[in-house]
């Protein structure tokens, strides 16, 4: 890591407001899943401005984490910088018609929120986890209803270190993808009121059945980063791992999930590699069964080529160098 950027660091958290930074920090202790190496540098960022001159100094690798759901980490030391988003930036405020929420927010504070202020089509993401920027990062949804269809504009800060506002027919709503059109930080979503209002008591209702569901159905007690694979067109990723047999195949510490198979669990100590080697042999296995190859919704940081194998390709969120080029999800 270069010494001259390590110095501008430190004299620019000294200097702004809204900034912290952390050495040696273990990133297990920050990610659902419960693995993780040890960052050489975290930078914690709580108010825009401080973010925006935070970029324009950053220096490769370095990576944004959300609040570590879906998200897998070697458990080798990451030997640059990783930033994460606070303060300010988890607020969640109303004005008139529009509801905007920082992407540090929860989702499911936001959720909630949008239901009581009666914004239609929130209570199909209740009890989806993870934080605001996050679910955008990767287009979270549930039910036919993605974080995308809702949003009207996007904050962010790009890699210039310049702040970048998106309205809602600018971004890039893909299946499990970033909404945003262009490599950055995702600052603030805002979303707008419609014609057709919200019933809070029936989305209330709805809510409540869809987050006991999850409960019933999901592994909600264990150390998981929530889904694994994402769903094929027209096919259910769970009940295809389902069908090959996969429920409760153990490597290490790892084990897909008795509970639901498109769940991974940190079940018995696991090293990112158990859980790493699991996935890999339950894509394969069930490419053997049904002919399927299941893409991992889950983002792999930090990992060998050789380590990756065939998931080489989505091991994509490391930012290696600067560009304004949309980066692929």
């Known amino acids: 890591?270069?010494?001259?950027?390590?110095?501008?660091?430190?004299?620019?958290?000294?200097?702004?407001?809204?900034?912290?930074?952390?050495?040696?920090?273990?990133?297990?202790?920050?990610?659902?899943?419960?693995?993780?190496?040890?960052?050489?540098?975290?930078?914690?960022?709580?108010?825009?401005?401080?973010?925006?001159?935070?970029?324009?100094?950053?220096?490769?690798?370095?990576?944004?984490?959300?609040?570590?759901?879906?998200?897998?980490?070697?458990?080798?030391?990451?030997?640059?910088?990783?930033?994460?988003?606070?303060?300010?930036?988890?607020?969640?405020?109303?004005?008139?018609?529009?509801?905007?929420?920082?992407?540090?927010?929860?989702?499911?504070?936001?959720?909630?929120?949008?239901?009581?202020?009666?914004f239609a089509g929130f209570e199909e993401l209740s009890g989806v986890p993870g934080s605001v920027g996050g679910a955008a990062a990767m287009n979270a949804g549930a039910h036919s209803v993605a974080l995308g269809d809702l949003v009207e504009k996007l904050v962010m800060v790009d890699l210039s270190g310049a702040r970048r506002v998106f309205s809602h027919s600018e971004l890039t709503p893909g299946y499990r993808s970033s909404l945003a059109p262009v490599p950055g930080v995702i600052t603030s979503l805002s979303f707008r009121r419609g014609v057709k209002r919200g019933n809070p008591l029936v989305q209330r209702r709805r809510?409540?059945?869809?987050?006991?569901?999850?409960?019933?159905?999901?592994?909600?007690?264990?150390?998981?980063?929530?889904?694994?694979?994402?769903?094929?067109?027209?096919?259910?990723?769970?009940?295809?791992?389902?069908?090959?047999?996969?429920?409760?195949?153990?490597?290490g510490g790892a084990r897909v999930s008795p509970v639901h198979a498109n769940f991974i669990e940190n079940h018995n100590g696991a090293a990112s590699l158990d859980i790493l080697e699991l996935i890999k042999l339950v894509r394969d296995r069930v490419r053997r069964e049904s002919g399927v190859t299941l893409e991992p919704e889950v983002r792999l940081v930090g990992f060998t080529a050789g380590e990756l194998g065939e998931l080489a390709s989505c091991a994509v969120n490391v930012i290696e160098k600067k560009t304004t080029e949309r980066l692929k999800t």
Not at 7 to 13: A, E, G, N
Not at 21 to 36: A, F, K, M, N, Y
Not at 57 to 83: A, H, K, Q, W
């Open 1 to 118: 890591m270069n010494g001259g950027f390590v110095t501008s660091l430190d004299r620019l958290v000294s200097a702004a407001g809204g900034l912290t930074l952390e050495r040696d920090c273990p990133l297990s202790r920050l990610t659902s899943i419960g693995t993780g190496g040890v960052a050489r540098l975290l930078v914690k960022a709580e108010k825009v401005n401080a973010l925006c001159e935070l970029v324009k100094i950053l220096e490769p690798p370095f990576f944004i984490m959300g609040s570590g759901t879906n998200l897998l980490l070697s458990d080798r030391p990451f030997e640059g910088t990783v930033v994460r988003l606070g303060g300010a930036l988890g607020r969640i405020r109303q004005a008139g018609e529009v509801l905007s929420a920082g992407a540090a927010a929860s989702l499911g504070r936001l959720v909630h929120r949008a239901i009581e202020q009666d």
């Open 207 to 251: 809510a409540r059945q869809l987050s006991e569901g999850r409960k019933l159905k999901h592994p909600w007690r264990a150390r998981t980063f929530g889904s694994t694979f994402k769903n094929p067109p027209g096919m259910i990723a769970a009940r295809l791992i389902d069908q090959a047999g996969l429920k409760g195949t153990v490597i």
